[in-house]
């Protein structure tokens, strides 16, 4: 019984999060779209609302080439390990309060060893391909998720502090009882610090070097096309909803609001998830792209010493205040 | 040349961000603005007149031919070469006849000055622009297929031959007696003579007074 329960909120988790990578892409193009004074899609449906449909119908039927130098086992393994590695992070986020897959005790260190493992995938992918673009789309990325892992790790260890526990319930439940509600105030190096970081760690503009078009083509994902290259583009949009979820989890309260909305638990959960969305496209409407030391420069010299000057900063105000 | 850095304004930028937050200010602005997109085959942009689309000749009302007397300036003009024409020569008055005449306009360059050399007003360039095919033979027109062209212009714009007028069939700017005869046609007010500026004798005058 208990597992059917679970297989039960699987499917609902699973069908949840894949419209909304359908409609992330598509919402996506038309804020950019928008913000560019352009329009975004308009052709497939009422202003293009089929627009993700016809793409993952596009995809589905797309000849599936393979470059004959291709490592072909790994080839094959990458975009999975991207997407599996993705999709199993969202099994730890709870959406309201009693609602999470699996509710384990170090949550966090597992959406961490998650988001590490998606990168396996894509520098896979760039070794595998045996193209230039695609390695060093692929080095690019290693490089990227390896600084910016420590830079975010070390910038949740306040909230860790504070909370004292690593499991995301717990984490919530504990911003609820504390004095400011949500640990965004106390937390502010912290989350800006978080924030950076997670527009680096899925790859995102400005920090989007893995696959950048203008200079490598796509990166990592250039041989790859068809579904195999859709399988990329969901995971980098699920990586993309699990960060957004980890940031209101960690640093906005949760599910928790202002006011109880009667029967939509998850309202205040999945409106402060959309901000964060939200700010992924306004973000990459506005930003040009980071110049590779720059990536390297800001991880380094500025991320971490400021994580690890947040880490103090709690400590000491923990300690002296209770 | 030394830059100066304004070195406190600086690090409070720097700090906060400020120049990426105007940045994502704009670009929030943006956002709810009006579109500029023209959504191209529903909606269409207004063309202005004098618009090089295809090529056509003009039926004359009244002989239902070609108005072309075969001068070839048109042909010697072009600078693609595009133009071909063919003519015969009456033995006894001397005249040109029209034999054919042909424009091949994937050679064409839409410069229009061939509508514009024109003496009698034969060749022009229509604002019809969406005649793309797939092979090359639709865009080689002979004789026949430009006057059919005219006429289908005439169709989409639902106008009366007579009416129609582009400021390459009377250049502006020239006085109408250096005009051919066939080029002095009526023109709305703003396209004669008045408040036109041309260059005469090193400074710019009135085309008014030029004339005189």
Request: aromatic share 14%.
């Given at each position: ?69 291709a490592d072909k086992k790994v080839f094959y393994a990458a975009p999975l390990i991207c997407l599996i590695s993705a999709l199993s992070a969202v099994a730890v986020i709870p959406f ?227 | ?212």
């Amino acid at each position: 019984m208990e597992l059917l329960w679970i297989l039960i909120k699987i499917i609902i988790v699973f069908t949840v999060v894949m419209i909304h990578v359908m409609y992330a892409t598509y919402f996506e193009r038309k804020v950019i779209g928008h913000m560019q004074v352009r329009m975004g899609p308009m052709r497939v449906g009422w202003h293009g609302v089929l627009q993700p449909i016809a793409d993952g119908i596009k995809a589905f039927f797309k000849e599936d080439i393979i470059p004959t130098a291709a490592d072909k086992k790994v080839f094959y393994a990458a975009p999975l390990i991207c997407l599996i590695s993705a999709l199993s992070a969202v099994a730890v986020i709870p959406f309201f309060e009693t609602f999470a897959i699996a509710n384990i005790n170090i949550g966090l260190l597992y959406i961490f060893a998650m988001s590490s493992l998606a990168s396996y995938g894509v520098v896979l992918a760039g070794w595998s391909s045996n193209s230039k673009y695609s390695f060093l789309g692929g080095l690019r990325s290693s490089a990227q998720v390896i600084s910016y892992e420590i830079a975010m790790g070390l910038s949740l260890v306040g909230v860790m502090m504070l909370a004292g526990s690593l499991n995301l319930s717990d984490i919530v439940h504990a911003q609820m009882q504390s004095s400011y509600k949500i640990y965004l105030i106390p937390q502010i190096i912290g989350f800006f610090v978080f924030v950076v970081a997670m527009f680096a760690e899925t790859n995102r503009t400005p920090f989007d070097l893995p696959e950048a078009e203008s200079e490598l083509v796509a990166g990592y994902c250039t041989e790859y096309s068809g579904m195999r290259f859709a399988l990329f583009f969901m995971a980098e949009y699920i990586g993309m909803i699990v960060m957004s979820c980890l940031a209101v989890i960690c640093f906005l309260g949760g599910w928790s609001g202002p006011f109880e909305v009667p029967g939509i638990p998850f309202f205040w959960f999945i409106l402060k998830a959309y901000f964060f969305i939200f700010l992924y496209y306004w973000v990459r409407a506005t930003l040009p792209r980071y110049r590779y030391d720059q990536l390297m420069a800001l991880g380094w010299k500025v991320l971490i010493p400021l994580a690890l000057f947040n880490i103090l900063l709690t400590g000491t105000i923990k300690s002296l205040i209770g | 040349m030394k830059i100066k850095y304004d070195t406190k304004k600086r690090l409070v930028e720097q700090i906060f961000l400020l120049e990426i937050l105007k940045g994502l200010k704009l670009t929030l602005k943006r956002l709810f603005s009006k579109p500029v997109t023209v959504q191209y085959p529903k909606e269409k942009k207004p063309l202005f007149p004098g618009f090089r689309g295809r090529h056509a000749l003009i039926r004359d009302p009244k002989t239902k031919a070609a108005k072309c007397v075969a001068c070839m300036r048109c042909a010697t003009v072009c600078p693609s070469r595009c133009i071909r024409i063919r003519f015969s020569k009456d033995d006894e008055t001397g005249a040109r006849k029209l034999e054919s005449y042909e424009i091949d306009a994937l050679r064409c360059i839409f410069c229009g000055y061939c509508e514009e050399v024109c003496p009698v007003n034969a060749v022009v360039l229509t604002e019809e622009y969406e005649y793309s095919d797939y092979t090359r033979d639709p865009f080689h027109f002979d004789m026949e297929r430009l006057l059919k062209n005219w006429d289908d212009f005439l169709e989409k714009k639902k106008m009366e031959p007579e009416k129609y007028l582009n400021p390459y069939l009377r250049p502006r700017g020239l006085p109408v007696g250096e005009l051919p005869v066939g080029k002095r046609v009526e023109v709305p007010e703003e396209w004669t003579m008045e408040g036109q500026v041309i260059w005469k004798d090193g400074k710019a005058v009135s085309a008014k007074e030029a004339d005189c």
